[in-house]
T-cell receptor, first 114, second 114 residues
Framework: GENVEQHPSTLSVQEGDSAVIKCTYSDSASNYFPWYKQELGKRPQLIIDIRSNVGEKKDQRIAVTLNKTAKHFSLHITETQPEDSAVYFCAASLLPYNTDKLIFGTGTRLQVFP | SAVISQKPSRDICQRGTSLTIQCQVDSQVTMMFWYRQQPGQSLTLIATANQGSEATYESGFVIDKFPISRPNLTFSTLTVSNMSPEDSSIYLC???????????FGEGSWLTVV
């Protein structure tokens, strides 16, 4: 079955700097890769996702890149702000098959210092 | 996105007791899932709640411990049976709305077993 590894486990950056979180997956058939942000005491919120027919996707300060050959994908946050501080989870899935279930990475705790 | 409501949001439970968590969606959805998030950990899929049939459980989770119902396309319950302190977790309902196969999470149910 699918296995997702996520690095780093913690990341501290200065406000305004960029942050990059990387994930690798094992199942080459996976075709859907979402990223979730979880603030303390709250549910995971989908912030961006990418499908295997696309190499990069951007939404304002957030971008995700996918390298299918190497089986890894990354989250890029530019011009970080203190409110970006949270735990970020990557995930992988095979849609629409495999019952759409998501396999999650272990999470990255991002701290943005003012 | 769908509005996903979970009840209870929080509870403190005595060991040996059982608790049923409800998940209500404001629209019919194709897929509903239950995840567990232990303190400081990532999300682990417990099972897929199938409408009108038995749930599909992931490795390490069994129906006797986590019975699930899904009587219709908008509602599901997860019961945590014979609880022990190790069951203290956040339990999250998630759905695939079928629009772009994007998966969203409910607010979560924070359970503490004492």
């Amino acid at each position: 079955g699918e296995n997702v590894e996520q690095h780093p486990s913690t990341l501290s950056v200065q406000e305004g700097d960029s942050a990059v979180i990387k994930c690798t997956y094992s199942d080459s058939a996976s075709n859907y890769f979402p990223w979730y942000k979880q603030e303390l005491g709250k549910r995971p919120q989908l912030i961006i996702d990418i499908r295997s027919n696309v190499g990069e996707k951007k939404d304002q300060r957030i971008a995700v890149t996918l390298n299918k050959t190497a089986k890894h994908f990354s989250l890029h946050i530019t011009e970080t702000q203190p409110e970006d501080s949270a735990v970020y989870f990557c995930a992988a899935s095979l849609l629409p098959y495999n019952t759409d279930k998501l396999i999650f990475g272990t999470g990255t705790r991002l701290q943005v210092f003012p | 996105s769908a509005v996903i409501s979970q009840k209870p949001s929080r509870d403190i439970c005595q060991r040996g007791t059982s608790l049923t968590i409800q998940c209500q969606v404001d629209s019919q959805v194709t897929m509903m899932f239950w995840y567990r998030q232990q303190p400081g950990q990532s999300l682990t899929l417990i099972a897929t709640a199938n409408q009108g049939s038995e749930a599909t459980y992931e490795s390490g989770f069994v129906i006797d411990k986590f019975p699930i119902s899904r009587p219709n396309l908008t509602f599901s319950t997860l019961t945590v049976s014979n609880m022990s302190p190790e069951d203290s977790s956040i339990y999250l309902c998630s759905v695939d709305t079928g629009v772009g196969n994007t998966i969203y999470f409910g607010e979560g149910s924070w359970l503490t077993v004492v």
